[in-house]
């Protein structure tokens, strides 16, 4: 399987109607975990480089809720850029893929579902340990 493959692009569906949109995630049916943590990030913008880590142990969901930013993921051997653009999609990310998110527009705001309660003790926040425990280095 590619890299892309191993994270592929969700789309959501949509229940709106003409009231507005209205988008359902449900942990372990439109995406591939139970749901344990939520975060979002804002007010970053297009200077900022955020993520630079891989995690041992969680496995994550990113959607842009508004605005826009990128993701560019690597497994140390393939690499690929995501846009996130739209809050009906998002994009998996399984355990041990390093992440950089990035272009941030002034309005995005960046929601992640998470597989784990946190624990920083799972990050990989060292490129070149990254390397080592994929074997690369
Ligand atoms: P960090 O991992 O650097 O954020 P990002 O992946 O968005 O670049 O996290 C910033 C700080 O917040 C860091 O001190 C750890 C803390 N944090 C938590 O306590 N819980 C969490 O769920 C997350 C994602 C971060």
Redesign the pocket.
């Given at each position: 399987m590619t890299l892309q493959e191993r994270c592929p692009i969700l789309h959501f569906g949509d229940l709106g109607d003409e009231r507005g949109k209205l988008v359902v995630i449900e942990g372990g049916q439109a995406i591939p975990f139970e749901i344990k943590?939520v975060?979002y990030?804002y007010d970053s913008d297009a200077t900022v480089v955020?993520?630079q880590?891989a995690n041992r142990e969680s496995e994550f969901v990113l959607i842009n809720v508004a605005g826009k930013s990128k993701v560019r993921i690597t497994d140390g051997k393939e690499e690929f850029v995501a846009v996130l653009d739209r809050p009906m999609m998002g994009i998996y990310i399984p355990k041990m893929v390093w992440k950089d998110m990035y272009d941030f527009s002034p309005d995005s705001v960046l929601l992640v579902l998470a597989s784990t309660h946190?624990d920083?003790g799972e990050?990989i926040r060292d490129y070149d340990t990254y390397l080592q425990e994929m074997g690369i280095k």
């Open positions: 943590r975060f990030i955020r993520g880590h946190y920083g990050y």
